[in-house]
């Protein structure tokens, strides 16, 4: 687009008394030649925003430069259709975290605007990639109670659903509890589930096609194009479809790995879910003998919170636990009854059912049971540490133990495979980490990073559990229910609306060329220059949503639509040649050229901050909403993600004389709270090669520093800023300084 830039400062909240505002215009206007440069004292009021509409009518300006505050507020008045906007901020990472007319604050300022002016220079308009007969059709994979809600909900809001089920009837475990835990006041008493009334509504509503006892053969596609291939009854049926619910839930961790707690080994050791399956038919009868249940003792965290086993609390055992305690009383008011615990994890509203439950005389042991004995007559005997008393104490007989086991997620359950670190025929090694995965053979994707979604380190599916609960790492694949995390029934309920909406609004940000969570508002998406790849494989490697598969001769086939925007194809590629419209190598590059770097002897060092757009870059923010003050040294780059990072911006900056780099990311490790999942692992791991190299060249490793944060570590990014200025001092001025 053949662009017209205009620069506009904003006076207002301090910065027209803490900055020249007039020297910093000459630089828009003298520099760099800039047409249109004007200030207000209140740029995002209604005056404002009118100035800047009636040059854009009048003058022609498409392309604009906001100096003003930061670029996570105002986001929505500075958005201009059919204009190019780059923010500048003065005011939070400016004037708010270094001191008022002082001349490093005014250095600061002009810099920043230098910056913003050849970024601007640089951006294009996205053009939104379209994608043709995109499908508004949800697929539900998986009919219990999450897939049966979230396909109810999804087709309660217009849309189209096919539900695909592997076995012959709906319900899930659900249909299988006698009872279920009070969701209704006064919560402490038990509830026929609603679960026939959920499956009779999906199976009468038009907007749902149901195939049960049928599996997913494949999927291919993306987001609005997927194809699902369904084997039903042996008859193949092709689906095209927007987005997927992945509702597939979790099964019972197996007892007979708890051969300390005599499952398998003596008959009168069963599970919760014998118990139900008992209750149900209508009698609770031991099943050694077939003999009366008088005596019951139930073991919770069976295997769970165990790191032999299952480390994470399962969510429902206590409860469950607490519920059959009550199908026990009922049944036989008289019977003994026994629960052995580590902690009772029974919060909100089930405080009343524990209450009753304390009530009806059932007995509560603090401690970890060591062992479980039989005599002749089948009896069994619970030794246990009981922490209040302090010893080991053994029960008298009782007649059942039944053991609380844990949920492990259907995605855990499979053939685990891995992907390995590739190279090229020139033995170049792509940079990705060689990565586990399970082949639980429910998706089948056709996707070369795997037949199904890559799950967290116990098994369950995730992208990033705080900001993103419902996302997979596969783009338009949302996990509802236990597949997610081990929930209750009132929990697993809203989990699948919410996961049925993030279906939705996929499909409808699809279909508006968006990028989906967390660059909602981003219309554009990776362009490749295919004249020069080398078929090296780090961009189909190391890009963590699977967003490009590759052809018979190793060539990227990019998936625009399963982008996230991340940008780390663009950091891995050696050869430069992949590209946004708003985003490029060569654009940071030039934001790193334009910094303007004093001689050695006025000792101004200088750093670049690349700080990661999802925490490091608010968590600077909010040092400054926080009058935190901040090194005059620093110029601060925004990026998507430090995976976004190319090593030619490292090279860039020294060479330029810039005295130290600074790479703030998200935090990385095994709960992947790096918001692009390995974005901040991948630049590590870059940064760790590069070390020689720099040191072969006479420039310090230590000139260059990566530091995890999280968007509350803003008190500590002065510290962290301040501590590597002093090892810059240490190290003394960039040799390159002045060349």
């Known amino acids: 687009m053949d662009k017209k830039l205009a620069v506009y400062i904003c006076t207002g909240c301090g910065i027209g008394e803490a900055l020249d505002v007039e020297a910093l215009a000459k630089v828009a206007t003298g520099e760099y030649k800039v ?138 475990w659900v ?54 291939t369904i084997n039903h009854g042996g008859t193949q049926v092709t689906e095209r479809v927007g987005a997927i619910v992945l509702a597939t839930g979790a099964v019972a961790y197996d007892a007979t790995k708890l051969a300390h707690l005599g499952f398998g080994q003596y008959a009168n050791v069963i599970t919760g879910e014998m118990l139900e399956e008992m209750a149900a038919k209508g009698s609770i009868t031991r099943p050694s003998d077939g003999g009366p249940v008088n005596s019951v003792a139930f073991i919770l965290c069976a295997g769970s919170r165990d790191k032999e086993h299952l480390p994470y609390c399962s969510t429902i055992c206590c409860t469950e636990s607490l519920k059959q305690a009550l199908y026990i009383k009922e049944k036989n008011p008289e019977a003994k009854v026994y629960i052995f615990y580590k902690d009772m994890r029974a919060a909100g509203n089930y405080e009343f059912l524990y209450q009753r439950v304390q009530k009806e005389g059932v007995l509560f042991f603090r401690g ?49 495979m891995t992907i390995k670190a590739e190279t090229d025929e020139k033995g170049a090694q792509a940079e990705a980490p060689a990565e586990e995965i399970i082949r639980s053979n429910i998706l089948n994707l056709e996707y070369r990073q795997g037949p199904e979604v890559p799950t967290l380190k116990y098994g369950f599916a995730d992208s990033h559990f705080i900001c993103f609960p419902y996302e997979t790492r596969r783009t338009g694949i949302y996990a509802a229910g ?104 060569p654009m940071i590059g030039d934001m790193v050229k334009a910094i303007e770097v004093p001689e050695e002897e006025e000792e101004k060092p200088r750093i670049v901050v690349f700080a990661c757009e999802n925490d490091a870059y608010p968590a600077l923010d909010m040092a400054g909403l926080n009058r935190l003050t901040l090194s005059p040294w620093i110029r601060v780059i925004p990026v998507r993600c430090l995976g976004s990072l190319n090593l030619i911006w490292i090279a860039d900056a020294l060479s330029k004389g810039i005295d130290g780099i600074l790479l703030l990311g998200c935090k990385h490790g095994e709960d992947y709270q790096c918001h692009f999942i390995k974005g901040s692992e991948l630049a590590s791991y870059r940064l760790s090669k ?25 008190d500590r990014i002065p510290k962290i800023i301040e501590d590597f200025a002093s090892r810059l001092e240490e190290i003394g001025p960039n040799p390159y300084k002045g060349f």
């Open 35 to 172: 047409p249109v440069c004007r200030t207000h004292p209140f740029l995002c009021g209604a005056e404002g925003v009118a100035m800047i509409k009636q040059d854009m009518e009048a003058e022609g300006v498409n392309a604009l430069v906001i100096a003003a505050c930061s670029m996570r507020v105002n986001y929505d008045v500075f958005n201009f259709e059919g204009a190019v906007v780059e923010r500048v901020n003065l005011r939070e990472q400016g004037i708010w975290s270094h001191p008022a007319n002082d001349e490093d604050t005014q250095m600061l300022a002009e810099d920043s605007l230098r910056m913003g002016i050849v970024k601007a220079r640089h951006m294009a308009l996205p053009e939104p990639f379209q994608v043709e007969d995109l499908s508004r059709t949800v697929l539900v994979v998986g009919g219990g109670l999450a897939g049966l809600t979230a396909a109810l909900d999804a087709a309660r809001a217009g849309y189209k659903t096919v539900l695909v089920e592997k076995s012959e009837v709906l319900g899930g």
């Open 175 to 228: 249909s299988r509890l006698y009872r279920q835990v009070g969701v209704n006041p006064p919560y402490s008493e038990l509830e026929e589930t609603d679960i026939a009334r959920r499956v009779k509504e999906v199976e009468e509503n038009p907007l749902i096609t149901v195939y049960k006892g049928a599996q997913i053969e494949k999927i291919s596609g993306a987001p609005g194009m997927f194809e699902a």
């Open 368 to 416: 970890e049971v060591v062992s479980i004995e039989e005599d002749e007559g089948k009896n069994l005997f619970v030794e246990f540490d009981d922490v209040l008393v302090g010893e080991k104490i053994r029960t008298e007989a009782v007649d059942l133990v039944v053991l609380a086991t844990g949920m492990v997620p259907t995605t855990a359950i499979g053939e685990r």
């Open 482 to 585: 236990s597949v997610r995390a081990p929930m209750d029934i009132p929990t697993t309920i809203v989990d699948a609306t919410g996961a049925a909406l993030k279906a939705i609004q996929c499909i409808e940000l699809t279909a508006k060329g968006s990028a989906v969570h967390p660059r909602v508002w981003d219309l554009s998406y990776p362009e490749f220059f295919m004249q020069r790849c080398t078929q090296c494989k780090r961009c189909t490697v190391e890009c963590p949503f699977g967003a490009i598969n590759e052809d018979e001769k190793a060539n990227p086939l990019p998936n625009p639509t399963r982008c996230r925007r991340c940008g780390t194809c663009m950091g891995a590629c050696p050869e430069r040649i992949i590209s946004f419209k708003n985003y490029s190598v």
């Open 690 to 714: 590069i070390s020689e190299t720099l040191n072969r060249l006479a420039l310090e490793s230590d000139r260059v520093r990566m530091e995890q944060v999280s968007i509350m570590d803003y």
